[in-house]
């Protein structure tokens, strides 16, 4: 296997009301929604449905391209699987509404655990901002939604 393209899609799954987050198997406790990398010859959208099927087994169907990009640092554990001397990666957010939460079909080396969450307690667990900054995005100011509950 080559380096990795440090090009990648967050894919925010969600319903009215919750939030869909993966836990990693590495790093330990990581919580994220649908990411990967493009492969070679994809686009984003290539990516994101590609990754959206393999990650939970849901059909793309409705899947909207937010517009969102992100840039950061690459960071360890992740940095090995750049080819030397790439810091930086390209990310690009998409949403999937479901009409209802459903258990995702899970890949065992990639993912151990799922959780439906409401969109604070998703913005509390996630590991990265850019994954925060879009839940927040979504679903609007989460201490109001917070304070009410």
Known sequence: MG????KSV????HTTA???LL???RPQGFWQSVTGSLEPGEDWRQAAERELGEETGFAATGLIDTGVRNRFPIVPPWSERYAPGVK???ERIFTLCLARTAP???RPEEHCAFAWL??????ERCGSWTNRNAIIRLFGN?????AAS
């Open 3 to 6: 380096y990795k393209i440090p």
């Open 10 to 13: 967050l894919i925010l799954v």
């Open 18 to 20: 919750q939030v869909l």
């Open 23 to 25: 836990e990693r198997v």
């Open 88 to 90: 930086e990666n390209e």
């Open 104 to 106: 995702p079909r899970l």
């Open 118 to 123: 409401s969109p604070a307690e998703a913005a």
């Open 142 to 146: 989460l201490d109001a939604g917070r």
